[in-house]
């Protein structure tokens, strides 16, 4: 981290105002903060340093890069260190304006985009003069406009995953300013590309090691239905046998379709045996040829399977496969990030026309299952506020008195792991308003069944973890609710929590 021209801005007041204006880096702005709590969705530090005109903020990370925000809720990186960027601002004054263009677009774009900007800019005021003496006594060289285009474009790429702004109370991430970058599945898919190269060497030490791998196993079946090659036969074969270990996985129906999709009748026994590993190997393969089929039944089987499920494009896959696929490397950033605009995607899209989740079977029904499926990718992820983010907007939207009470349920259990007993237990009181007033049949059998068991397990977790906060009173009378709740079940539902409410009343029994 370099931060040698901060320090001396901070030190010469003349050089402090030069920033300030003309080039619009303004130290004193530090102290008005930005103009909405942020932090980042990885959870490191945030250092304000300085302000804009227009209620820009720009901010130190942990590494020294230096995070721009402006008003309207865009941010990204414009330098690896404060000196980096404290050069870009002054090289480049009018650079927000180019935040779109890259080296490739050439010099004679790049200059003229520039000269443009910087010949309305002399027409109120001067920069040359301040530029040359702020390059001086910063000790920064001179460098052309097309590096410093270069370094900005370079900078913003780097934005995604680890530096993503948040608004602070909503969770909603800041738009990305400049380049998208790459799509997920391409670092998702880098380290499987790479095994499958090697596989298709003969390397026999890769041949172990990915199969005895279940990660390495998965994501060298992906790159293998992208990359496809008539050679990959045998590679395949081994990929499969070893997948089995993993019971019905996508990667193992893929390994199938794959396998089948060479027409070798030879390798029926082998996707027979792999079929009959265990029940849900049974059920996920079960329209497999049977012994004595020929090969093009086989091909038809595998052509089928392939065109419903897979394909050849990596954008067609479900944002959910490269997620999970991010998540199982330790790419926790990245998959969070995307996770983070899917989330934000779905809010926009409720706040517009709710088209997204509209079933095209019924479209005045929504599809709430994404947003169910997101709390749990965040919960995984161990990032409690986007999973409560996404939970109280899943549970916002059910329409029967039983899916009520079930995402209030969840929603309860979130927000104790995630200390927030209060929202917690009204979280509660809205499931037991939901079973008191139902309001349909949905629920006339929640007494029998496990979410009645869920539902008082919930009421004694909650009333123990208001004990264990010291306060009392909301437990003693969450205890009665819980009781009341356990009251109303089966014998046998009954008896699966009793334990825990005998422990529960002990607790608070102590806590008085």
């Known amino acids: 981290m370099t931060d040698r021209a901060l320090r001396l801005l901070r030190q010469d007041r003349r050089l402090a105002e030069l920033a300030a204006f003309p080039f619009d880096f303004d130290l004193d702005r530090a102290a008005h903060g930005h103009v909405e709590e942020v932090r980042l969705a990885s959870g490191g530090p945030l250092e304000t340093v300085a302000g804009d005109d227009t209620g820009g903020t720009y ?12 008003s309207e809720g865009a941010a990204g990186i414009i330098g690896s260190s404060v000196d980096e960027a404290l050069e870009l601002v002054i090289g480049l ?15 004679e774009k790049i200059l003229a985009c520039v000269a443009e900007t910087e010949d309305e800019i002399r027409e109120c005021y001067g920069i040359d003069e301040e530029r040359a003496e702020l390059r001086a006594a910063l000790g920064f060289p001179k460098r052309s406009p097309v590096e410093l285009v270069g370094r900005l474009r370079a900078a913003l790429l780097r934005t995604e995953p680890e530096f993503v702004l948040l608004n602070a109370d909503e969770g909603c991430a800041y738009h990305r300013i400049g380049p998208a970058g790459p799509p997920l599945w391409e670092p998702v898919l880098a380290a499987g590309r790479a095994d499958l190269a090697r596989l298709r060497e003969g390397d026999r030490t890769a041949w172990r090691d ?15 239905q992208f990359d496809r090659a008539e050679g990959d036969r045998e590679l395949l074969r081994h990929l499969l046998r070893h997948e089995t270990r993993s019971s019905m996985t996508d990667e193992l129906r893929l390994a199938a379709m794959l396998v089948g999709l060479h027409g070798d009748t030879r390798d029926l026994p082998l996707l027979l045996e792999v079929r009959e590993t265990d029940f849900d190997t049974a059920c996920g393969l079960s329209g497999m040829p049977e012994p004595g089929a020929s090969a093009e039944e086989l091909q038809q089987w595998a052509r089928a399977l392939d065109e419903s499920m897979f394909g050849t494009d990596p954008s067609d896959e479900p944002v959910s496969t490269w997620t999970d696929l991010a998540r199982d490397q330790g790419m926790t950033d990245l998959a969070r990030a995307t ?42 992820l ?27 349920r969840t929603l309860a259990r979130l927000e104790r792991e995630a200390g927030r007993l209060p929202q917690a237990a009204d979280s509660l009181a809205a499931v037991r308003d939901a079973l ?75 806590a008085n």
């Open 59 to 70: 901010f130190v990370c942990a590494d020294g890069s230096m995070l721009y925000a402006d």
């Open 93 to 107: 004054p009018g650079w927000r304006g180019y935040t779109r263009l890259s080296p490739d677009d050439g010099e």
């Open 210 to 224: 990915v199969a005895e791998d279940p990660v390495r196993r998965r994501i060298t079946l992906r790159a293998a």
């Open 339 to 380: 996770l983070i605009r899917e989330l934000d995607n779905i809010y926009m899209d409720i706040y517009m026309d709710q088209s997204s989740l509209r079933r095209p079977e019924a479209s005045h029904t929504l599809a709430t299952a994404p947003l169910s499926g997101l709390a749990r990718d965040f919960e995984e």
């Open 382 to 408: 161990g990032d409690l506020s986007q999973a409560l983010r996404a939970q109280r907007l899943y549970a916002a939207l059910q329409a029967t008195a039983w899916d009520r009470a079930s995402a209030r």
């Open 436 to 510: 008191a007033t139902p309001g349909d049949d949905s629920l006339r059998h929640w007494q029998q069944v496990n979410l009645g068991c869920y539902i008082a397990e919930e009421h004694y977790q909650l009333t123990l973890a208001l004990a264990d906060a010291g306060r009392l009173e909301e437990a003693r009378a969450l205890l009665m609710d819980a009781d009341a709740i356990r009251g109303e079940l089966s014998e046998h539902a009954a008896n699966g929590v009793r334990e825990l409410a005998e422990r529960t009343a002990a607790r608070v029994r102590e």
